[in-house]
């Protein structure tokens, strides 16, 4: 085993590619356990930070584009509605 996972390469390997200090500072913390980077350390509710970054921008996406349809359904809504407005108008003439 080769210390890897710290910047101490030359340190004497302690356990999970770290020298015993850092083994000590960030071994025992959570791994990721709800993406397939289990070797990559819990930044949060399970995941390594690049899934959940990456899980964060497309909820993100979905709500965005959700925004968007909405406001275009409205800008339609009252698009037509002027429409009426106007034709209503010209039979009242
Ligand atoms: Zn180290
Ligand atoms: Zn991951």
């Excluded at 999970?16 to 990559?40: I, P, Q």
């Excluded at 497309?58 to 037509?80: D, E, G, W």
């Amino acid at each position: 085993m080769l210390v890897t996972k710290c910047p101490h390469t030359n340190r004497k390997h302690y356990a999970k590619n770290m020298c015993s200090s850092c083994y000590r500072k960030f071994g025992r913390k959570e791994y990721a356990t709800k993406c397939e980077h289990t070797d990559r350390l819990n930044y949060s509710i399970g995941m390594c930070q690049t899934c959940y970054l990456a899980d964060y921008h497309q909820v993100s996406t979905i709500l965005i584009i959700l925004i968007i349809n909405t406001l275009l359904f409205l800008q339609r809504r009252t698009k037509v509605k002027r429409r009426e407005k106007k034709e209503a108008l010209k039979l009242a003439k």
